[in-house]
């Protein structure tokens, strides 16, 4: 006996809606693994090459350094070319030494960078709260390679960051790409981690 259209139709919904669950289950699991392996890592060590493509800029401009990252929150952006810098993130501050003078800003008072920091130390710490506060969380791919594309929630951010994406292998970074309102944009390539 043939089956009815309209149940071949059902078949194909339900066959749909539980590939869709599955996808979504897949995903959320990923995600979840992928912060449990990021979180696990206290203390992390890595080389870095940024390119940023700025408007103020004729070409652009690339930085190398390491980037160090120490639980629960300390973020740490050492600039070896073009020039030196040091950046240091820990708290509600940033210090930024350059040229022997060093200078501490208060977050609070710039959001779009208090932003990134965040969403940083965020994903480093495998804090996927903290990252929703401020962020529409996209996951993407498996535990092997994945994708978190993090679209600002509130307007006021979104008028300075458009999309960050963070690409990663297990529990490591290997790229950050942001992109920002205006259209300046940076990536941030990550070398394996020396620990």
Known sequence: ????????VAALALNAAAFVAAAA??????????????GAQTH????????QDLAVLDRPLISTGELIYDAPGRLE???LTPHREVLVAQGERLSIERGGRRRVLELAHA?????????????????????QRDFRVDFHGDVAHWTLRL?????ALARRVATIRIDGARGELRRVVIHAADGDSSVMRLADPAR
């Open 25 to 38: 289950n897949a995903s959320t699991g990923g995600i979840t693994a992928v912060m449990r392996l990021l």
């Open 111 to 131: 959001e779009g960078l208090a932003a990134l920091i965040d969403s940083l130390r965020a994903t480093l710490a495998g804090d996927a709260p903290a990252l």
């Open 1 to 8: 006996m043939r089956p009815s259209r309209g149940c071949a």
């Open 77 to 79: 952006e050492r600039v």
């Open 44 to 51: 992390r060590r890595t080389t870095f090459r940024e390119r």
């Open 151 to 155: 679209t600002p929630r509130s307007a």
